[in-house]
């Protein structure tokens, strides 16, 4: 699916081509640089920048599975740190981090061509069952986060919260930065 962005930049793009094959416009001598020239630079750097990114091969799904593995280790390492656990609740984090582990492997992936083959019942089917291992794994995470989370002091538990509040990802509830570029935050008053 081709994001508003990409819509956009290949627009441009094509809009570019055209005029420069019609011959729009006229051959000027080279002249002092205006401050209209770097705007323009910059605008051509970010549309060349963006066509590559189209064409963007995934990554080796073993690579990315061990690039995940090895930042969630560190996120794991950071929050184990910064929670400062005793030695009674070691055994609640090795057991925690276990149960929250992702399945190993790559994720399983039909084919499209095979998914298209499929009547409507059969593919409502399949997603039924793919939402209902969604939600076991789900259930499994968020029963040993619960139980990890009664062994944990209220000082902890606030600690836990915080580091723990980033769901969201590095943008606002509803997916989007305030006017200030603050996670959700609202617009500030105008006066």
């Known amino acids: 699916?081709?994001?508003?962005?990409q819509r956009i930049v290949w627009a441009s793009l094509l809009g570019s081509a055209a005029l420069a094959s019609s011959g729009?416009?006229?051959?000027a001598p080279a002249a002092a640089?205006?401050?209209?020239?770097?705007?323009a630079a910059v605008a051509q750097a970010d549309g060349a920048?963006?066509?590559?990114?189209?064409?963007?091969?995934?990554?080796?799904?073993?690579?990315?599975?061990?690039?995940?593995?090895?930042?969630?280790?560190?996120?794991?390492?950071?929050?184990?740190?910064?929670?400062?656990?005793?030695?009674?609740?070691?055994?609640?984090?090795?057991?925690?981090?276990?149960?929250?582990?992702?399945?190993?492997g790559p994720r399983p992936h039909m084919d499209r061509a095979e998914f298209a083959k499929?009547?409507?019942?059969?593919r409502l089917e399949r997603m039924q069952a793919r939402q209902a291992e969604r939600s076991a794994m789900?259930?499994?995470?968020a029963d040993?986060?619960?139980?990890?989370?009664?062994?944990?002091?209220p000082e902890q538990q606030k600690t836990f919260d915080a580091e723990t509040a980033h769901f969201g990802g590095p943008r606002g509830h509803d997916g989007h930065r305030g006017h200030d570029g603050q996670r959700g935050a609202p617009a500030p008053a105008k006066s």
């Open 49 to 104: 920048a963006a066509a590559p990114k189209a064409q963007h091969k995934r990554m080796d799904p073993a690579k990315r599975m061990e690039r995940m593995q090895e930042h969630r280790a560190k996120r794991l390492a950071a929050l184990k740190d910064k929670l400062k656990l005793t030695s009674a609740q070691e055994g609640a984090w090795s057991t925690f981090t276990t149960a929250t582990q992702p399945p190993a």
């Open 138 to 141: 789900f259930a499994k995470r």
């Open 144 to 153: 040993a986060t619960k139980t990890f989370y009664a062994t944990l002091s």
């Open 33 to 39: 640089p205006s401050a209209a020239a770097p705007t």
């Open 118 to 122: 499929l009547t409507t019942p059969e």
């Open 24 to 27: 729009a416009f006229a051959q």
């Open 1 to 5: 699916m081709i994001s508003l962005r």
